[in-house]
């Protein structure tokens, strides 16, 4: 592929460009996508399953999430020293204690269970 020299075009131009390039990749994506949802199904029809069962029974973590998998149970790591029943295990977002604690000067070790 060639180098394209843009130095002949102004701001407006080249901003105009990279509009155009922009919705070129979401349209290639976009057709990959599609293009890769019918080989799935065309796989699925030939082997006369669905397309859940398919990709359910790969094993990986994505399918058992997708599929509403609960996932790895983490222990609690944090606790709300106000209401011992509030805990958080350090993942995902931060319940309203800990962030309610960080915003009135205090640290997540303040939290932190003491083991």
């Known amino acids: 592929m060639s180098k394209i020299d843009l130095s002949g075009y102004n701001l407006a131009e080249l901003k105009g460009l990279q509009f155009d390039i922009e919705k070129a990749i979401k349209d290639r994506q976009s057709g990959d996508l599609k293009k890769a949802r019918e080989e799935i199904q065309a796989i699925a029809q030939r082997l006369g399953v669905s397309v859940e069962a398919l990709l359910g029974g790969s094993g990986g973590k994505a399918a058992g999430k997708a599929k509403g998998g609960t996932g790895v149970k983490v222990e609690a790591q944090y606790q709300n020293p106000a209401d011992k029943s ?3 295990s350090g993942r995902g977002r931060q319940p309203k204690f800990v962030v309610n604690t960080i915003e ?7 939290l932190r269970i003491k083991k």
């Open 86 to 88: 509030q805990t958080w």
């Open 104 to 110: 009135n000067g205090g640290t997540l070790e303040d």
